[in-house]
T-cell receptor, first 114, second 113 residues
Framework: QQQVKQSPQSLIVQKGGISIINCAYENTAFDYFPWYQQFPGKGPALLIA?????SEKKEGRFTISFNKSAKQFSLHIMDSQPGDSATYFC?????????????FGTGTRLQVFP | GAVVSQHPSRVICKSGTSVKIECRSLDFQATTMFWYRQFPKKSLMLMATSNEGSKATYEQGVEKDKFLINHASLTLSTLTVTSAHPEDSSFYIC?????????FGSGTRLTVV
């Protein structure tokens, strides 16, 4: 119930291509779904987040698509660049409530080749 | 989100000694902070929730006597790894929750030799 499943485990994309990472959850009480980007030796940094009342959110080259009925959400990175090479984590929580836990997906290692 | 500072970024200690890691919320008074552990090429695993002025809440399987958490002020939480052993070597990351947003520290690489 508390798990967030993420796929693929690794992804190789050519520069300029689209990177797509998928996540699925079971707990319908989750209402906040962020994506984090992590570079080696660094803490995760918030990339973009969405709430279930919208089906899509776009910020620059990054788009979250959200399917509430399927309990799935995905991250699309348009025009992927070598600098996007990092590990990406989806996550879920009951957003805004104090002491609420953030549940992470298993991570996707993205490599973008020139 | 909050601005979070974590120190030190790297520490090497001898087996049997204790190590303290600090997490500071620089621009926000955080009643709650979180401590995570991350193994190489793995996801973040929540260890405990640090509550200002009260005892930390530990996740199942995390030894509270091994990983001491103190949240004595609204801007500082510390994680002390006591009697460290090589298996405690890992990447430790703190997080501050502000509203629905969670901001993470830059992490501490602990190596126990």
């Amino acid at each position: 119930q508390q798990q967030v499943k993420q796929s693929p485990q690794s992804l190789i994309v050519q520069k300029g291509g689209i990177s797509i990472i998928n996540c699925a959850y079971e707990n319908t009480a989750f209402d906040y779904f962020p994506w984090y980007q992590q570079f080696p030796g660094k803490g995760p940094a918030l990339l973009i987040a969405i709430r279930p009342d919208v089906s899509e959110k776009k910020e620059g080259r990054f788009t979250i698509s959200f399917n509430k009925s399927a309990k799935q959400f995905s991250l699309h990175i348009m025009d992927s660049q070598p600098g996007d090479s990092a590990t990406y984590f989806c996550a879920a929580s009951h957003g805004g409530r104090n002491t609420d836990k953030l549940i992470f997906g298993t991570g996707t290692r993205l490599q973008v080749f020139p | 989100g909050a601005v979070v500072s974590q120190h030190p970024s790297r520490v090497i200690c001898k087996s049997g000694t204790s190590v303290k890691i600090e997490c500071r919320s620089l621009d926000f008074q955080a009643t709650t902070m979180f401590w995570y552990r991350q193994f190489p090429k793995k996801s973040l695993m929540l260890m405990a929730t640090s509550n200002e002025g009260s005892k930390a809440t530990y996740e199942q399987g995390v030894e509270k006597d091994k990983f001491l958490i103190n949240h004595a002020s609204l801007t500082l939480s510390t994680l002390t790894v006591t009697s460290a052993h090589p298996e405690d070597s890992s990447f430790y990351i703190c997080s501050v929750q502000r509203g629905e947003r969670y901001t993470f520290g830059s992490g501490t690489r602990l190596t126990v030799v």
